[in-house]
């Protein structure tokens, strides 16, 4: 079966950097790709973008950029989001679900609480 | 970048009623590309919908949806009790960038 299980939780100050991960299985994983969402504390979902496992490309929500990166390592199977200058409004939970550019996200990690704070 | 705006933002009604949620659009959409979640408390986001109207796998066929252009909807036939979660519309692959709308909370009245 398709599970995406994601590393545990942070915590970091201002001006720090995280880095998740999201290890894939029960598909092959260069065939889908990987999107991140994150979710403030008691807010809505937020698309922060996508890459593709095939080829790594990627597309990233227009007030994260220069700040985050997302990779993928085929080997492993596993997904990755960097996300640097961190400040306490990043506090959040962050997704990775499978899907990509034209594909829902159909499979969901079980979530990654980053929490920002001095 | 596309908004949507998911209205009402609260929906409060008892089991067995039907819920119309309601979805709509800055600009036009695919309808290929337009897809609704279900959150519970404390859960992740769950597929119901995609291309606007095909259940994803394993959703009860009391949710549906419908809709083109800007105005899209989702309707769950007869609440259970399981229903009661948050649901947010999501487009994707109309443009480089994918947008949320910022959810419709359905509750127990």
């Known amino acids: 079966q398709v599970q995406l299980v994601q590393s545990g939780a942070e915590v970091k100050k201002p001006g720090a950097s995280v880095k998740v991960s999201c290890k894939a299985s029960g598909y092959t994983f260069i065939t889908y790709g990987i999107t991140w969402v994150r979710q403030a504390p008691g807010q809505g979902l937020e698309w922060m973008g996508w890459?593709?496992?095939?080829?790594?490309?990627?597309n990233y929500a227009q007030k994260l950029q220069g700040r985050v990166t997302m990779t993928t390592d085929t080997p492993t199977s596993t997904a990755y989001m960097e996300l640097r200058s961190l400040r306490s409004d990043d506090t959040a939970m962050y997704y990775c679900?499978?899907?990509?550019?034209?594909?829902?996200?159909?499979?969901w990690g079980q979530g990654t609480l980053v929490t920002v704070s001095s | 970048e596309i908004v949507l705006t998911q209205s009402p933002g609260t929906l409060s009604l008892s089991p067995g009623e039907r819920a119309t949620l309601s979805c709509r659009a800055s600009?036009?959409?695919?309808?290929?590309?337009l897809a609704w979640y279900q959150q519970r408390p404390g859960q992740a986001p769950r597929l119901l919908i995609y291309?606007?109207?095909s259940r994803a796998t394993g959703i009860p066929d009391r949710f549906s949806g419908s809709g083109s252009g800007t105005d899209f909807t989702l309707t769950i036939s007869r609440l259970e009790p399981e229903d009661f979660a948050v649901y947010y519309c999501q487009q994707y692959g109309n443009s480089p960038l994918s947008t949320f709308g910022q959810g419709t909370k359905v509750e127990i009245k």
């Open positions: 679900a499978r899907g990509g550019r034209t594909t829902a996200a159909d499979y």
């Open positions: 291309g606007a109207s």
């Open positions: 890459i593709s496992a095939y080829n790594g490309d990627t």
């Open positions: 600009q036009s959409v695919s309808s290929s590309y």
